[in-house]
């Protein structure tokens, strides 16, 4: 009895073996995923301090910022080099004053494109770098709007995180504020180009 399940095993390893052999170019060449996810607190993502939030991006990652936890819905972003990154959010972005449930998104999705799209903008030759600004005008409870200001950073080969979460200041323990890994900047904010 035991000799009539020998054939079975041995079909079934020969047959994993070509399968993980051929595999192996896919899984040599699948993209890095970093999952990691950092938390901010509302007041330094408002730049409250006086420093501008800096945020890493990667052409080989995109970037979601969730105000999820603010209970905010994002009424208004800007980039300030709209030819490098593209966005996308989880929901449609709501008009001011709109009170359709079919809108209000509550996450940015950054993605940094591969090469940059010639919009014809005219900007100053230091918006060609690898520094833009993003701003995100948000509506909160009682219709208490806020504005946030983040500075990205572009071609990291590899970020620290994937997901940027905005959490209520009382929510989060004292974090090291996010700051460039990228070429420094003296006395500069994202608005100056």
């Known amino acids: ?38 938390q901010i607190g509302v007041s330094q993502a408002m730049g409250v301090s006086g420093v501008t939030s800096v945020v890493n991006l990667s052409p080989m990652q995109s970037l979601n910022i969730s105000f999820i936890k603010t209970g905010e819905i994002i009424k208004k972003v800007w980039l300030g080099n709209p030819s490098k990154v593209v966005m996308d959010y989880d929901s449609p972005l709501c008009k001011d004053g709109a009170k359709d449930s079919n809108c209000g998104a509550t996450v940015i999705n950054l993605r940094q494109l591969d090469q940059p799209i010639d919009l014809d903008m005219n900007l100053p030759a230091s918006a060609r770098g690898d520094l833009t600004s993003l701003t995100v005008i948000t509506t909160g409870a009682g219709g208490l709007r806020n504005l946030y200001q983040f500075q990205l950073v572009l071609n990291v080969p590899t970020p620290a995180y994937s997901i940027l979460e905005v959490v209520p200041d009382a929510q989060i323990p004292r974090l090291a504020p996010l700051t460039p890994n990228a070429p420094a900047q003296t006395n500069k904010t994202s608005l100056d180009f």
């Open 1 to 38: 009895m035991v000799m009539s399940f020998l054939p079975c095993r041995k079909y079934a390893i020969s047959g994993i073996v070509p399968f993980l052999f051929l595999s192996l170019p896919a899984i040599a060449h699948a993209e890095t995923i970093f999952p990691a996810k950092r």
